[in-house]
């Protein structure tokens, strides 16, 4: 099987064009914040600070 966001993966995005992209595919906000919360939960979204060193997001969920 191909993997179709390949392409998608590779790419520097800034936070609000990933939530726009993620925005446009969602059904509605629910979806949308499950979404990036996922991406940031499993280590896939990597912000760079302003010392150029990259960080993973990290959620923590209310209990």
């Known amino acids: 099987m191909k993997n179709i966001y390949k392409k998608i993966?590779?790419?520097?995005?800034?936070?609000?064009?990933?939530v726009s992209i993620v925005g446009s595919c969602a059904r509605n906000s629910r979806e949308l914040v499950a979404a990036m919360s996922d991406l940031?939960?499993?280590?896939?979204?990597?912000?760079?600070?302003?010392?150029?060193?990259?960080?993973?997001?990290?959620?923590?969920h209310a209990r």
């Not at 940031?40 to 923590?60: A, H, Y």
């Open 40 to 60: 940031f939960d499993s280590g896939r979204v990597v912000i760079r600070g302003k010392n150029g060193r990259n960080r993973r997001v990290r959620l923590q």
């Open 9 to 18: 993966n590779r790419t520097k995005y800034s936070l609000g064009d990933l």
